[in-house]
């Protein structure tokens, strides 16, 4: 079995002052934990890297390695390539993404919100029924605010 690639994203890193941390000692964890080829883009908080293990297991070892030798506290989402690839092949805007892509926000989390949590927040709810209008589907979504993209 081969290596998967891998894109890590560490929730507000280096961000305002806060959680510093150095993209030198963030590769370096990456790789002391047996992960190939670790690299990061600027002073991010993002790492790609390419390991035998995925899924959420790799979020939890990166989330307790950060806090046990770097003592940062945060949230960790990780998906493969892959899934990266078919979020932006799922794309429901394709004409905001040629057209006003600094506009255009994937916003991953680390599990899909159930319909109790999607209707306690009318921000959530509005949002998914201005992205069905703006799509021009009507039809999409339901009483309850459900929008039938992953989005």
Do not use: C, Y
Request: hydrophobic share 50%; charged share 25%.
């Amino acid at each position: 079995m081969g290596l998967t690639v891998h894109v890590a994203l560490l929730r507000g890193v280096n961000v305002g002052g806060r959680n510093t941390v150095a993209m030198a000692d963030l590769r370096a964890l990456a790789a002391d934990l047996g992960f190939a080829e670790p690299r990061s883009l600027l002073q991010s908080g993002n790492l790609v890297f390419a390991s035998r293990p995925s899924g959420p297991d790799l979020e939890v070892r990166l989330e307790r390695a950060l806090a046990e030798r770097l003592g940062l506290a945060t949230d960790v989402i990780v998906r493969s390539a892959d899934e990266w690839l078919a979020a932006v092949a799922a794309n429901p805007l394709p004409e905001m993404a040629r057209d006003d892509p600094s506009h255009l926000v994937v916003m991953p989390l680390k599990s899909a919100p159930g319909a109790a949590e999607v209707a306690a927040n009318p921000r959530a709810r509005s949002a998914k029924l201005r992205v069905a209008e703006r799509i021009g589907e009507a039809d999409a979504a339901d009483a309850s605010g459900q929008v039938r993209h992953d989005i």
